[in-house]
C-alpha cells in the first residue's frame, strides 16, 4: 500500500460527495420514469437542473484542478490511486471543456429537438424534425472543437462514451465485420424463413404479474442482488445507479413473454456489472463500470449468449410452462427455433442478434458521413432506406420505421451506436475465453446455474471498475485485441445447425 | 402590486432553490420508507447528509443574512412578500442559532437513541432506553438555551412545530381541557360498554388489493390530486412534499380495514392542504402549509369530523359492502356505532378519538415535568402508569404498553405532542364555523360530495399557507381564539345519542 497522500485523501472524499450526489441525481431520473405523478415534471426539471449545476461546480471546481495537476505527478500512489486520478481527470477534462453558453444551447436544443422528433414521428414527416437534427450536429460539431480530437471530430464524440477508442480503430474492426456479417445475414434469414418454424406460440395471453414473478427468478438466478437493487416498470428499460444501490428496469407486453423477458436478462446484465463493483472502490472510478461497449459486452453475454442458448431453456422452459401453461405443450427444441428466429426487420431495437449489427453499422456510418458533410441532413431518409436495403434487403415503408425510429440523435447522442456492436462482438471473444477455462460450463445453465460464470466476470472484468479500456480490458482477459470472428463464428456455430444450413 | 425589489427577487430565487433541493431531499426521504432496496441504507443516509449539509449552507449563508436585514426593513413589499420574508427570517434564526457540533451530537444521539429504543422495546426492559432519553432530554435544553425563550425551555421547543405559541397559552388551553375531558371520557367510555356493541365484522379476510382500490376511490372523491400526488405503502403512513409533488402513505392491514381506511382519510388531509396553496406561491413559505396544529386540524377534519360521520358511511357502506361482500349484511348504523366504538387502551395510535387526546394530555405533561426536573427520567414509567390510571383507569400491562410505545422522544422530537390535540380542537371549532356557514354541507357527504367542505378549507386556510399562525387563523376563520367548548361539544352531540347517554 502506498503511503498515505493528504491531497490524495482530500480529492477521495471531493470524488465521493460527487458520486453521492449523482445517486442522488439517478434516484430523481429513476422515480420520474416510475413513479412519479405526471404533474410534478416542470419541479423535477428545476430540482434535477439545480442538481446537475451544484455537481457540476463540484466536479470543475479550481481546488479539483489543483489537486488533479498534483496528483498526475504524484509517483507514490497505488496502481487503484492512479486509476482513480486518471479516469476522474478525464471527466474533469470533458467537465471543463465546454463554455457554459454551449452546455445550456445544447440543453436547451435537446427538449426542442425531442419534442420536434416526436411531432414528426407523429406525423410520420421527417422535415419536422430535419432543422433540429442539423442543429444538433452543428453543436455536437463545436463540442467536438472545444474538446479536442486528433483525427476527426467524431472522435471526441465516440470518446465520450467509449474512452481511448478512436473513430479509425473503430471502423478497422467494423468494416471487415460488414463485410463478413452482410452475406452471413442473407444466408442465415433464408434458411430461417425456409425452415417454416410455428411461431403461433409467441403471442397469446400473458399474464403480467405471473411474468413479473417468474422473470424476477431469473434475474435472481443470475445473481443479481435484490438487497441493492429492485426491477420496475419503465416504457424504455433502463439500469441506474451504481454500489449500493443498482436498479433495473423491464416493460411488460401482455401478449408476448419476449420483450420484458429478454430485457430483464439484458438490463441484469448491465446490473450485475455495475454490482460487481469492489465494496472499498465504491463512489470512486475504480467502483463504476468502465465504457458503454463493455456495458453492453455484460448485458448482451447474458441476454444472448447465455439467455437464447439450448441450456438454459432445458432449465427455464419447464418452469415457464408451469407460470404459463399455454405454452405446455411447447416442445424445447422449437421453443429455442421460435426464439432466434432470424429476418430482416426495420426496427433497431425488435431485431435478433443476427441482424441487430446491421442496424448498428448502418447508423455508425450514417453519423460519420452526416459530420464529414458526405450526406446533408435532407439526404438522411434516403439513405438510410438505400443502405438498409443494401445490408438488409428490405425498405423501411416510412421514416418512423427509418431514420425516426430511435431517440438517441434528437437527444443529442452522437457516437453513441457503435458501442452496440463493440458490446456485441467482445461478449462473443468473451465467451469463447469462458469456455476455454471453464469448459462445460454450459451444463450448469441447464441446472439454472450461473454461478460460476457470474464469479469468472466479476474476476475478469467487474471488479476492475475503470481499471481498463476496451482493447486493453480484450486483450488483458482474452488474450488478445478484440476480433470480429468470435462473433462471426458464434453465429455460424448457433445457427448453422438451428436452420440446417452450411454456413 | 408593490414595486419590484431587487434584493427580495434574489432573496425569492433563493429561497426556491432551498425549496427545490428540500423537495429532492423529501423524495430521498419518501424512497426510504417505499421503494430503498434495504442494502442501500447506508449509502442513503450519506446522500441525505451530504444534501442536507448543502440546504443548510444555503440557509444560513452571510448573504441570506443580509438580504433578510435588508428586507425585514423594506416597507415596499406587499403583504404576500413580508410574510415570506418574515417565515423565512423564523427558519434562518432557528438554523443559524445552533452550533454545528450540538446540531452533530444532536443527530448522533439520534440514532443511538433510536438503536436502544427498539432494543429496550424487543426486551421489554426501559433501563435500555433510559440513559438515551436523559441524553436526549439534556441536548434538548441546550437547544432551547440556544434558540432563546421568554418564559421557560420548553417554548422554545414547541415553537419548533407550533410558531409563536407560547407553553403557557397552550397549558391555559388544555388544562380546563384536560378537566372537562376526563370525566367526560369516564361517561361515554362506560356507555359504549354497556351498549354491547357487535363489533365482530370489523376482523376478518380483507384482500389487500381491493383495499387499495376502495380507499383510493375516497381519496379521490375527497379532492386529493393524484396527478400531483401518490398513494404508497409504508410501516407508518405519512405526508411529504409540497406544491406539484405531495405524496400520502398508508399500510393495509389484511385483517382490518380501518387501520388503512382511517390513515388513508387522514393522510389525504394532509396531502389536501399542501396541494391548496396558490401556484404562484409554490416554493416560498407562502405556499406550503403552516404548523404541525394546523396541519392536524386538517387531517383529523377529515378522518374523525367527516370519516367516522354517518352521512359519509351512509354513501360509502354500500361501496365498501360491494368490495367487500363479507360487509353485505352489517346495517349502517351498527357499523357507524362500531367504528365509533369509545374503550380506555394503551396505545396512542390505536385511540379512538374520544380518549385520543388523554394520551396526548399525559405526554405534553410529563414533557415538561421532565424538562423541570420535577420528574427524573428513572421515574418515567411510574409517573407514565400512574397517569394512565388516573386520566383513563387502565394501567399498561409493559412500557411497550407504555412510555416505550411511541418513537417521538427516541427521534429527539420533544415538545411536538401537543400539536394534535391543538388539532382536534381546532378541527372541532372549524368544523362548527363550517356547519354555520354551509347549513347541511353533510348532506353532500352522503352523497360523497365533498368540493363545498374542501373548497371552504381552500379559501380560508390551505391558500394562505404560512401567513397566518394557529391563534391568528382560528380568529381569523372562526371569529373567536380557539375553545375546547367546540370539541367539548362536539363530542356530547355525538357520543351522546350514539350510546344512549346523557351528557
Redesign the interface.
Known amino acids: 500500500m502506498a503511503k498515505k497522500s493528504r491531497t490524495y485523501e482530500r480529492f477521495i472524499e471531493k470524488v465521493k ?1 460527487i458520486s ?2 449523482n ?2 441525481l439517478s ?2 431520473r429513476w ?1 420520474q420514469e416510475t ?6 415534471v ?3 426539471a ?2 434535477v437542473a ?2 446537475s449545476g ?1 455537481v457540476h461546480e463540484r466536479m470543475t471546481s479550481k481546488a479539483m484542478g489543483r489537486m488533479l495537476a498534483e496528483l498526475k505527478k504524484d509517483r507514490s500512489l497505488d496502481e487503484d490511486q492512479a486509476v482513480n486520478v486518471r479516469e476522474f481527470a478525464r471527466d474533469f477534462k470533458r467537465a471543463t471543456a465546454l463554455p457554459a453558453a454551449l452546455v445550456k444551447e445544447l440543453s436547451e436544443t435537446e427538449s426542442y429537438s425531442l419534442d420536434a422528433w416526436g411531432k414528426a414521428r407523429k406525423e410520420m414527416n421527417y422535415k419536422k424534425f430535419e432543422p433540429w437534427l442539423d442543429k444538433t450536429i452543428n453543436l455536437k460539431c463545436k463540442v467536438a472543437e472545444h474538446i479536442g480530437y486528433k483525427d476527426q471530430p467524431y472522435d471526441a464524440l465516440l470518446e465520450e462514451y467509449e474512452p481511448m477508442m478512436p473513430t479509425k480503430d473503430v471502423e478497422a474492426i467494423l468494416t471487415p465485420f460488414r463485410k463478413k456479417l452482410v452475406p452471413l445475414v442473407a444466408k442465415i434469414s433464408k434458411a430461417a424463413k425456409e425452415a417454416r418454424v410455428d411461431e403461433s406460440f409467441l403471442t397469446g395471453d400473458f399474464n403480467v404479474e405471473a411474468q413479473r414473478i417468474f422473470f424476477t427468478e431469473i434475474v435472481k438466478d443470475m445473481g443479481y ?6 426491477l ?1 416498470v419503465t416504457t424504455h428499460p433502463f439500469t441506474i445507479g451504481e ?3 443498482v ?1 433495473i428496469t423491464t416493460r411488460y407486453n401482455e401478449k408476448d413473454l419476449r420483450p420484458g423477458l429478454f430485457s430483464c436478462i439484458h438490463e441484469a446484465g448491465h446490473g450485475l456489472y455495475e454490482q460487481g463493483t469492489l465494496a472499498k472502490n ?1 463512489h470512486t472510478p475504480m467502483g463504476v463500470a468502465q465504457s458503454l461497449g463493455i456495458h453492453e459486452s455484460q448485458s448482451r453475454l447474458w441476454e444472448n449468449v447465455v439467455g437464447r442458448g439450448m441450456p438454459f431453456w432445458k432449465y427455464y422452459l419447464p418452469r415457464m410452462q408451469k407460470a404459463f401453461p399455454a405454452l405446455c405443450r411447447v416442445p424445447l427444441d422449437l421453443w429455442h427455433k421460435a426464439i432466434n428466429m432470424v429476418r430482416p426487420s426495420f426496427i433497431r431495437v425488435e431485431a435478433d442478434e443476427v441482424t441487430y449489427n446491421l442496424h448498428i453499422l448502418l447508423r455508425f456510418e450514417l453519423e460519420r458521413e452526416i459530420l464529414e458533410g458526405k450526406v446533408k441532413i435532407s439526404e438522411v431518409p434516403a439513405v438510410w432506406n438505400e443502405r438498409m436495403e443494401k445490408y438488409l434487403g428490405i425498405v423501411p415503408p416510412d421514416d418512423v420505421q427509418g431514420c425516426l425510429q430511435d431517440v438517441h440523435w434528437a437527444f443529442g447522442l452522437v457516437g453513441y451506436f457503435p458501442t452496440y456492436t463493440l458490446g456485441n462482438l467482445l461478449a462473443a471473444q468473451l465467451y469463447d475465453k469462458v469456455q476455454t477455462e471453464m469448459p462445460g460450463v454450459e451444463y450448469g445453465f441447464a441446472k439454472g446455474k450461473f454461478a460460476p460464470l457470474l464469479g469468472w466476470l466479476r474476476q475478469k472484468i467487474h471488479q476492475h471498475g475503470r481499471r481498463y479500456m476496451y482493447l486493453d480490458l480484450c486483450r488483458k482477459v482474452t488474450g488478445s485485441t478484440i476480433d470480429e470472428d468470435h462473433f462471426i463464428n458464434y453465429l455460424k456455430k448457433k445457427y448453422g445447425p438451428l436452420f440446417g444450413v452450411q454456413l
Open positions: 460527495e453521492y450526489l445517486q442522488a434516484m430523481l422515480d413513479y412519479m405523478p405526471p404533474g410534478t416542470n419541479d423535477r428545476k430540482q439545480l442538481l451544484i442482488d435484490f438487497e441493492r437493487g429492485r420496475d454500489a449500493l444501490d436498479r465504491y
